[in-house]
């Protein structure tokens, strides 16, 4: 799958928070990494169809993606979604909050949905979760069952946003175990992402966000072994 990004910018409350990011990837498993408030969750948004660009064009494969609501509706078929925390509905218990998108918005009968889930589930080592709510999981076991809800779909293409970022440390392996496993087996993702050892091991490439632009990307490897900016150097000096 290839993403291009022409000229996107995106104001809010008439501030520049992305200006004109280019760039055409060729995606696997990306990790976009930089400092807060640099604009990593508003280009993940803009990517996923959530959030129109108020100028620029992304392309699909080379397909120019219309920011309208018909056209949305279709594109965001294809993506799965992963946010910080609080992912999933709190009412429901973790097999319910699988079956909701599958059976509603994917039109899955209940049965071939319960199918998937479980397989999903056994999979993951979650099956004993399965009529929890999500009150009584941890937070690991929450984004994994939200991973697995995300995978459910099929996407073609999935988007994390700082997935473990809200996890304490002992379930942040656990659920990065959870996606290197899923891309290593050729899901297409971006992850915004702090967890340097995950960008550099586990994705191919990395871009780095910082200031509203793309300061460098390239393949992870040589981005941490050499990178050339002092944006870079000064952000992976403090997080490293
Ligand atoms: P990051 O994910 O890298 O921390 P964000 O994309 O969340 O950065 O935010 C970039 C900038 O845009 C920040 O200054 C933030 O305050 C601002 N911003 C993000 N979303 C909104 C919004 N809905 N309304 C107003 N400002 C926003
Ligand atoms: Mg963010």
């Known amino acids: 799958m290839n993403i291009e990004l022409i000229n996107i910018c995106k104001i809010f409350q008439n501030e520049l928070v992305l200006e ?31 959030l129109a660009p108020d100028s620029g064009t992304l392309k699909i494969d080379g397909g120019k993606i219309e920011f309208n609501k018909k056209d949305l509706q279709k594109y965001r078929r294809n993506i799965g979604f992963v946010f910080q925390s609080k992912g999933l509905f709190e009412h429901l218990n973790a097999m319910e909050n699988m079956l909701l998108p599958l059976v509603h918005a994917y039109h899955i009968s209940k049965s071939e949905a319960i199918d998937i889930s479980n397989r999903l589930f056994e999979r993951f080592g979650l099956l004993d979760e399965k009529n929890k709510y999500p009150f009584q999981l941890s937070g690991g076991q929450q ?32 659920v990065l175990n959870m996606l290197g496993e899923l891309q290593a ?29 793309i300061v460098e990307s390239g393949e992870s490897a040589e981005i941490f072994k050499n990178p050339q900016s ?5 952000f992976l000096n403090k997080i490293l």
């Open 143 to 174: 984004q994994r069952i939200a991973i697995a809800r995300a995978v459910a779909i099929k996407p073609k293409l999935l988007l994390l946003d700082e997935p473990t970022s809200a996890l304490d440390p002992e379930y942040t392996a656990e």
């Open 230 to 234: 002092t944006e870079l150097k000064i």
């Open 185 to 213: 087996e050729g899901l297409k993702t971006i992850i915004v992402t702090h967890e340097m050892g995950f960008a550099k091991n586990a994705c191919e490439k990395v871009i780095f966000l910082a200031d509203k632009r």
């Open 20 to 50: 004109n990011i280019n760039g055409s990837f060729e995606i696997h498993s990306i990790a976009v990494i930089g400092p807060s408030g640099g604009g990593k969750s508003t280009l993940l948004r803009i990517i996923g169809g959530l």
